[in-house]
């Protein structure tokens, strides 16, 4: 069951997590039946995710049998061990984590000016930093690589947002896992701490 507390509706924080996120999991249907996961650096642009890669191979031939995908992106912050809250017991431990996970149909585009407009996304999301020359198709050394290269869209009909940082937790225990997090100082441990100021309002009973 989906834990509602955990659950992001907000366009602009989903956007925000996708844009800091390069990789995900993409689930296709198998021709045996079975789930067929494939883990492949993605964009989420003008609100469609995409997906590059040869033209040829498993993946393309799965998705022209059935393109229906799922798509997950998650990013896991703290581990929280179970000693943080209970100096015995093991059922306490948890981890904090932010997780979107879209349904939809996969299209292959061959539109040379939308595959220019997503590997463009692309760029500007894993080389910010320029040094290149603008992605045209009118450039023909561009349009030969942009003919040569698969781009895939996923067209999504469902996404849902989880982002968990103790919204369930009492206000007191909040606070404690914060101080803790604090003192131990490592790997996200500050950014989670920002998370979940930001995530958790004050408890009311």
């Given at each position: 069951m989906r834990r509602k507390e955990f659950t992001i509706?907000?366009?602009?924080?989903i956007q925000e997590f996708l844009q800091e996120v390069s990789y995900g999991h993409l689930g296709l249907i198998g021709e045996?039946?079975?789930p067929h996961i494939v883990a492949l650096n993605f964009v989420y642009h003008e609100g469609h995710f995409y997906f590059h890669g040869s033209k040829i191979g498993e993946k393309i031939r799965l998705l022209n049998s059935?393109?229906?995908v799922t798509f997950?992106?998650?990013k896991e912050y703290s581990i929280i061990p179970s000693y943080f809250s209970d100096p015995t017991l093991?059922?306490?431990a948890t981890a904090f984590f932010k997780s979107v996970l879209a349904r939809g149909?996969?299209?292959i585009v061959e539109d040379l000016e939308e595959k220019a407009r997503a590997f463009t996304a692309f760029m500007q999301k894993l080389q910010p930093e320029g040094g290149y020359d603008p992605i045209d198709p009118a450039n023909d050394e561009y349009r030969k690589n942009l003919n040569g290269v698969a781009l895939i869209r996923l067209d999504v009909e469902d996404l849902t947002a989880k982002f968990k940082f103790g919204q369930n937790l009492t206000e007191p225990r909040r606070e404690s896992l914060i101080d803790k997090l604090n003192d131990r100082n490592q790997?996200?441990?500050a950014q989670t701490i920002e998370l979940m100021k930001k995530y958790c309002?004050?408890?009311?009973?």
């Open positions: 509706s907000e366009q602009a924080e045996d039946g079975w059935d393109p229906r997950n992106v998650t093991a059922c306490p149909h996969a299209v790997n996200l441990d309002p004050a408890h009311k009973e």
